[in-house]
C-alpha cells in the first residue's frame, strides 16, 4: 500500500542537460496540497526547464515525478494534461474571433448524438458555471476580440478548470496587470485553493511572493539552493539565495571616472513596468558598451532619452 502524503505533486531529484549547460542538476520540488508554492530564481536559474519538463516539452535525463504519491512518466503534453496538470503562460493563448466559451473549452468542445453537433447548449451553461466558480463576470457568447489581457488569463484559468486540472502552474501572471487586476488576481487563486488546487506560482516580483505564497523554492545554476516556508524568510535572505551572496557585503567599483558618456538615459517611461529609468553608459573600451551605444543610436536615433511622465504603478523589487 502506498504512503499517504501531503503532497500534490513530487519532483525528485531531476536531471536535465542541454549541449554545454547542465539546466537542472538533482533538482526537486514538493508542492502541498491545497498550497501556493513560488518558485524563484534569476533569469537561468533552472525554473523554465523544470516547468518544461513537468509539462512533458522536453524530457528529463533522469529523475521521478509523482502525483498523488503515484510515479507518473510524462511524456507530452497531452500526458501531462491528463494527469490533471495545466500552466498558464505569460502569451495568452486565446482566438479572438470565437467565443469566450468556445475558448473555454478549446481542444474538448462538447457534441450532441446523433450528427455530433456542438452542444453549444451545455458549453454555455457549463462557462457560466465555471466562470461563476471563479467569481468572474464575463459575458461567455460574446468574442475574445478586445478582451484585455486580465480577461483573457481569466478565460485560460476557466479553460484548465473545465479540463478538471488541479494543479496549476502560473507563468509571470501579473507581469501586464495593473493593481486591482492583481488582486482581483489573489482572491482567484485563493478561492482555487480553498476549492482543491495547488498552484506553482514563478514571479519576479517579491511582493507578491509575501502576499500570496506559501511556500517558496529558489533555484540558482539549475540547482535547489532554498525550500522553505515563507514566513521563515524575508526579502533580503531570498535575493542572497538568489545571487549567491549578500548585496550588503558586496563591493562595487566606481566608474566614474572611466570615460566619457555614450548613452544616457534619464526619467524613461514605458507603461506599468518601465517606470523612471535613469542610467548612463560611459565609454571603457569595452566592445559591449561600443555595440549597446550603436545599437541605441541606430534603433531609436538618439544617444539621450527624455521620457515623459506617465501615472505610475509602483512595484518593489523586481528580479
Same mark, same amino acid.
Given at each position: 500500500?502506498?504512503?499517504?502524503? @501531503?503532497?500534490?505533486?513530487?519532483?525528485?531529484?531531476? /536531471?536535465?542537460?542541454?549541449?554545454?549547460?547542465?539546466?537542472?542538476? @538533482?533538482?526537486?520540488?514538493?508542492?502541498?496540497?491545497?498550497?501556493?508554492?513560488?518558485?524563484?530564481?534569476? @533569469?537561468?536559474?533552472?525554473?523554465?526547464?523544470?516547468?518544461? =519538463?513537468?509539462?512533458?516539452?522536453?524530457?528529463?535525463?533522469?529523475?521521478?515525478?509523482?502525483?498523488?504519491?503515484?510515479?507518473?512518466?510524462?511524456?507530452?503534453?497531452?500526458?501531462?494534461?491528463?494527469?490533471?496538470?495545466?500552466?498558464?503562460?505569460?502569451?495568452?493563448?486565446?482566438?479572438?474571433?470565437?467565443?469566450?466559451?468556445?475558448?473555454?473549452?478549446?481542444?474538448? &468542445?462538447? +457534441?450532441?448524438?446523433?450528427?455530433? @453537433?456542438?452542444?453549444?447548449?451545455?458549453?454555455?451553461?457549463?462557462?457560466?458555471?465555471?466562470?461563476?466558480?471563479?467569481?468572474?463576470?464575463?459575458? =461567455?457568447? *460574446?468574442?475574445?476580440?478586445?478582451?484585455?489581457?486580465?480577461?483573457?488569463?481569466?478565460?485560460?484559468?476557466?479553460?484548465?478548470?473545465?479540463?478538471?486540472?488541479?494543479?496549476?502552474?502560473?507563468?509571470?501572471?501579473?507581469? +501586464?496587470?495593473?493593481?486591482?487586476?492583481?488582486?482581483?488576481?489573489?482572491?482567484? &487563486?485563493?478561492?482555487?485553493?480553498?476549492?482543491?488546487?495547488?498552484? &506553482?506560482?514563478?514571479?519576479? /516580483?517579491?511582493?507578491?511572493?509575501?502576499?500570496?505564497?506559501?511556500?517558496?523554492?529558489?533555484?540558482?545554476?539549475?540547482?535547489? =539552493?532554498?525550500?522553505?516556508?515563507?514566513?521563515?524568510?524575508?526579502?533580503?535572505?531570498?535575493?542572497?539565495?538568489?545571487?549567491?551572496?549578500?548585496?550588503?557585503?558586496?563591493?562595487?567599483? +566606481?566608474?566614474?571616472? =572611466?570615460?566619457?558618456?555614450?548613452?544616457?538615459?534619464?526619467?524613461?517611461?514605458?507603461?506599468? *513596468?518601465?517606470?523612471?529609468?535613469?542610467?548612463?553608459?560611459?565609454?571603457?573600451?569595452?566592445?559591449?558598451?561600443?555595440?549597446?551605444?550603436?545599437?541605441?543610436?541606430?534603433?531609436?536615433?538618439?544617444?539621450?532619452? *527624455?521620457? *515623459?511622465?506617465?501615472?505610475?504603478?509602483?512595484?518593489?523589487?523586481?528580479?
Amino acid at each position: 500500500m502506498s504512503k499517504i502524503t @501531503n503532497f500534490d505533486l513530487q519532483i525528485e531529484n531531476v /536531471y536535465k542537460h542541454f549541449p554545454g549547460v547542465q539546466a537542472l542538476d @538533482n533538482v526537486s520540488f514538493f508542492l502541498k496540497k491545497q498550497s501556493v508554492h513560488a518558485l524563484l530564481g534569476q @533569469n537561468g536559474a533552472g525554473k523554465s526547464t523544470l516547468i518544461n =519538463v513537468l509539462m512533458g516539452s522536453f524530457p528529463m535525463d533522469s529523475g521521478k515525478i509523482r502525483i498523488d504519491n503515484q510515479e507518473v512518466e510524462i511524456k507530452s503534453t497531452a500526458d501531462a494534461l491528463s494527469l490533471g496538470l495545466a500552466c498558464i503562460y505569460q502569451e495568452m493563448f486565446t482566438i479572438p474571433d470565437v467565443s469566450v466559451a468556445e475558448n473555454i473549452f478549446l481542444g474538448d &468542445i462538447p +457534441s450532441k448524438k446523433p450528427l455530433n @453537433n456542438v452542444d453549444f447548449n451545455y458549453m454555455y451553461s457549463r462557462a457560466e458555471q465555471i466562470l461563476e466558480e471563479m467569481g468572474v463576470d464575463l459575458n =461567455v457568447k *460574446r468574442k475574445t476580440r478586445g478582451l484585455g489581457v486580465a480577461e483573457q488569463q481569466l478565460i485560460m484559468i476557466a479553460r484548465a478548470l473545465q479540463r478538471k486540472s488541479r494543479i496549476l502552474v502560473m507563468d509571470e501572471p501579473t507581469a +501586464s496587470l495593473d493593481k486591482s487586476e492583481i488582486q482581483k488576481l489573489f482572491r482567484i &487563486i485563493r478561492k482555487l485553493t480553498q476549492n482543491g488546487h495547488s498552484i &506553482i506560482y514563478i514571479s519576479h /516580483y517579491l511582493d507578491e511572493i509575501f502576499e500570496i505564497a506559501d511556500e517558496v523554492t529558489i533555484l540558482r545554476n539549475g540547482k535547489n =539552493v532554498k525550500t522553505g516556508n515563507i514566513n521563515e524568510l524575508d526579502e533580503s535572505n531570498i535575493i542572497e539565495y538568489m545571487l549567491g551572496y549578500n548585496q550588503a557585503n558586496k563591493n562595487f567599483s +566606481s566608474n566614474e571616472n =572611466v570615460g566619457k558618456v555614450v548613452l544616457e538615459v534619464e526619467n524613461l517611461n514605458n507603461g506599468p *513596468r518601465v517606470q523612471d529609468i535613469c542610467f548612463l553608459v560611459k565609454k571603457r573600451g569595452n566592445c559591449r558598451h561600443r555595440r549597446a551605444a550603436r545599437i541605441w543610436k541606430n534603433g531609436i536615433g538618439k544617444n539621450n532619452i *527624455r521620457g *515623459r511622465q506617465e501615472k505610475k504603478r509602483h512595484r518593489e523589487n523586481s528580479w
